[in-house]
């Protein structure tokens, strides 16, 4: 199906575990319920018996950080898995002005995180506008403007990291 402006949006996708290379208590995103060739949408529940859960049982928002990597990782899988092959493991730089409208997200809350790349290399650099809404009225719970990286060859980057000059 195409959408406006000549983008490619896909359906039925594969269960998160196929996507993501996170597991166990680190997977945080449910599942994807929409993506484009330079867009993704994705789903999570606050867990109030998770690892990151307060004494209410709420998910600090300095976690929804985490939730736009989650998605961003989603994209570039699913693009990759469509191209016929596996992505490159990849880092979260940083970001640009993370704001949380609210020091957490409820317990049970069912969160809609969005990711629009920005800014894709041929070197492996990627920026992406993210955003966590929540899902059952789509009241915007945080932004921000992720940065990551995709190094060609991932071992020696991380290698280079603990290499002292």
Not at 25 to 36: G, N, R, S
Not at 58 to 82: F, K, T
Not at 143 to 162: H, L, R, Y
């Amino acid at each position: 199906m195409t959408q406006a402006g000549g983008e490619q949006a896909f359906h039925d996708f594969p269960p998160i575990e196929d996507v993501l290379p996170h597991r166990g208590t680190m997977l945080l995103v449910d599942e994807i319920i929409a993506c484009t060739d330079t867009s993704v949408t994705a789903l999570a529940t606050v867990d109030s018996d998770a690892w990151y859960a307060d004494a209410t049982g709420a998910m600090p928002a300095w976690i929804g950080i985490e939730l736009m990597a989650q998605a961003i990782a989603a994209h570039v899988g699913l693009n990759a898995m469509r191209a016929g092959g596996r992505a490159r493991p990849g880092v979260l730089l940083g970001s640009s002005r993370y704001e949380a409208h609210a020091s957490a997200f409820a317990r049970g809350e069912r969160l809609s995180i969005g990711a629009a790349e920005l800014l894709r290399s041929e070197e492996g650099h990627g920026a992406y506008e993210c955003t966590i809404d929540r899902a059952r009225d789509g009241e915007r719970l945080a932004q921000a403007v992720i940065k990551v990286f995709q190094p060609t060859d991932f071992q020696t980057f991380i290698e280079g990291s603990f290499t002292q000059s």
